[in-house]
């Protein structure tokens, strides 16, 4: 039966060589705290571990079967704690060698920031039922996919990825306050974002932006000023975002169109900063709130169908990501059927 194909393969997908790469890089991550433990920061460090950058980068490719799987574990460990584990060899970044063993694989190996009591923000329940909700619809309208304009196929993708991180990360924060952790969020409601500045900085995949902050920003900001900094910064998203685009699809797809869609933004944001200087600096009233967060949302969506996602519609990746995708709510629709809701609803 399809169905039943669908949950075999997306069992599949489940179970694909995760026991064997977790095993691998959190013995890797054990021995990054205990040799920065031993090695003060600078080049003694950095020696001790580069022997971690391979085989970081090299783990996702282990998940041979699942675009999707392979895709969070190169986002995890071939660019975060990649970034992490360099910062790590300078003494700076969010690892430290005194956090306790817990928090200092959570920090390393997840897209965890640690926070003070005063940042943390507890998970909303009512939020994620409502990701969740529309997660379900989107995948439901994957079916009519083929009949759907290029356009809303695109919008459906944009919402998806949004719900899907936006519910996967505080997930995991929700694990972290499980174990006694407390993290801070990784989106701020980007759909509200005023300004690019806003919306990158502030709003979206802020793990991220904690990352490139120290890694690139603040170096080349100190030698070269802001706008190289900025540049610099998004420029090396591009790349990042390109190499994310390789693990998805096991081939080399790239026309440079994902580092385009980084280096405009990149552009626009260092434009925008040196416009809102000269505003303000006229006295002329600042635009209504509400018209400056419909443009930005304009603008991120227009040059999103232009360069994002094209990169990824292409080649089989679409498509191969849409099986996977129905594979997944088809298993947990099969599990759901298993659950005797009669028994759920007189207890």
């Known amino acids: 039966m399809p169905c039943r194909g669908h949950v075999t393969t997306a069992m599949e997908l489940l179970q694909d060589s995760i026991p064997m790469v977790s095993l691998a890089v959190a013995a ?6 205990a040799s920065s433990s031993l090695l003060r920061p600078g080049l003694p460090r950095l020696i001790a571990l580069l022997p971690l950058f391979p085989l970081l980068v090299a783990a996702p490719l282990a ?4 675009a999707i799987v392979r895709g969070l574990a190169a986002f995890f460990l071939a660019w975060l704690c990649t970034f992490k584990v360099a910062l790590l060899a300078v003494g700076r970044g969010p690892l430290d060698p005194a956090l306790p063993v817990l928090p200092f694989l959570f920090t390393a190996l997840l897209p965890v920031k640690l926070a ?9 329940l009512v939020s994620c039922a409502a990701k969740l909700a529309v997660m379900a619809a989107v995948l439901r309208l994957y079916q009519f996919n083929d009949r759907l304009h290029h356009y809303a196929r695109l919008a459906l993708y944009g919402v998806h990825t949004y719900c899907f991180l936006d519910l996967l990360l505080p997930c995991i924060a929700a694990a972290a306050a499980a174990l006694g952790m407390e993290a801070e969020p990784q989106f701020n409601r980007p759909y509200l974002a005023s300004s690019l500045r806003d919306f ?3 709003r979206w995949n802020l793990m991220v932006s904690a990352i490139l902050r120290p890694s690139v920003y603040d170096p080349v900001r100190a030698l070269a000023g802001i706008p190289a900094a900025v540049l610099a910064t998004f420029a090396v998203s591009g790349l990042m975002h390109e190499a994310m685009v390789y693990y998805l699809s096991l081939q080399w797809l790239s026309n440079g169109m994902m580092a385009a869609f980084f280096l405009l933004h990149g552009v626009c944001c260092v434009v925008e900063g040196w416009c809102a ?3 303000a600096a006229s006295g002329w009233p600042a635009p209504p709130r509400a018209v400056a967060t419909v443009l930005v949302g304009l603008f991120v969506t227009a040059t999103s169908f232009w360069l994002f ?3 990824l519609c292409k080649d089989g990746v679409e498509e191969k990501l849409l099986q996977e995708w129905a594979a997944v709510a088809a298993f947990f629709q099969g599990a759901s059927g298993k659950i005797p809701w009669s028994m759920v609803r007189s207890t």
């Open 309 to 311: 996602f094209p990169a």
């Open 116 to 124: 003070r009591a005063s940042k943390a923000k507890p998970v909303s």
């Open 28 to 33: 890797a991550a054990l021995y990054a705290r």
């Open 277 to 279: 200087r000269r505003w």
């Open 200 to 202: 990158w900085g502030r």
């Open 63 to 66: 998940f041979t079967s699942s």
